[in-house]
C-alpha cells in the first residue's frame, strides 16, 4: 500500500509519522491477519521452511491480498484463482481489497473511475470464488495528503511550475517514484484547482477531496446494487485509507467497514483509532530476514488488528461458484508470476 508514506511539507520528504514501532517477524502479536502484495504462492523462507508453516507460526490466519486492471501497479499483485486454492487448502481466510493507483488524487477526480473499479473487482470475485456477503474493501492512499503537498507547493512556488532546482532537491529526498507522483498531480493542480475545488491555489485543505472520493464510492455502491438485483450476488463494500476518509465514508453511509491505514500522521488517525469504529487497524511494515520470493525481489507485509468489537470483517474460507463471464485476463499476461511447484 501507498500508506508505507505521505508526502510532508513542501513534498520534500515523504514519511509516516510513527507513535510506534513495527511488529517484529515473530509469533506473540496476537495481530491474526497480514496483507501482502504478493503472492503467497511466491514467498520462501530462509532456511526452505514453509511458507505456509512460518505464516502459522506468527499466529497469522486471514491473508489479505489485491484485486487489480491488468495492467497491474505492481506485478503479480492481483489474487487468482490458484492462489485462492492454495489459501485455502492451508487453512486460511481471505480478505481482499481493489487497489489501482488510489494513491492519486486524480483516480477520485476523474467521474469514471468508481463504475470501472467497480465491475473489475466483481470479475475478480467472480473468477476467485467469493462468496457472496463477504467484503470487498477499496483503498485511498494518502490523497488528502497529497492534495496537501499541491496546494503547499503552489503557496511557496506562487503558482510557478516546479523549479530544476527544485526537482533535484525533491528526488534527492523523495525518491524519484513518489517525487512523479507528486510532480504530475501538482501540474494538473496548477491550472484546474479553481475548477475542481472552487477555491484559490494555496488554500484548497486536505478535506477539499472528500466529496470525490464520496463520488467514487457512490458510483462503486451503484454497480454493487445493479450487479445485486440482476444476480442475486452482494458484497459488502469495505474502505481503507485515513482517520478522515474512514470517518466520513462511514458517516455517509456508503461503507459497512472501514480498514484504518497505518500511517498514523494521514489527518484523523488518533480520533478514528481511539472510537473504536475501524474493523481492522494496519500496523507498519514487517520484514523477516531471508525471506525472498521465488521470482525474485524482497518480502515485507502488514500485521493488522481485528476489531475487538466484531471478528467479521468480511473475510471468507470457502468458494462460491467460479464464473468467467469476460475475457480480460485476470493480471498481466506479461508478468512471471510463480504460483507454486
Known sequence: MFAKMTFSILGFLCTAVTAH???TCSPGHDYGVADFSAPITDLATRDGTNATTELWRLGIETIIRYYDHPDETIPCKT????????LLDNGFSIAVVFQHRNDSPLTF????RGARDAERSLELAAANGQPLGSTIYFGVDGVAEALKGANYQYAINKGAAISAAQ???MKARMGAGNYKKHASFYEI???KHQEYFGLPGGKVPPEAILPFIAQYFEDIRDVFDTHRAQTGIGYEI????SGLVCDDL???GLISRCWLAQSTGWPGYEGFSNSGRWALRQQLVTKCDGWKRHSGGRVEFDFNEVSPQ???FGQWNYLDERTASFTRPIRNPAASCYVGP
Open 189 to 191: 493542480f496548477r491550472s
Open 250 to 252: 462511514l458517516n455517509r
Open 109 to 112: 477526480l476523474d467521474g469514471r
Open 79 to 86: 489474487l487468482v484463482p490458484e492462489e485462492t486454492d492454495f
Open 21 to 23: 514501532a513495527a511488529p
Open 167 to 169: 526537482e533535484a532537491e
Open 238 to 241: 469495505g474502505g481503507y485509507g
Open 310 to 312: 466484531n471478528e467479521d
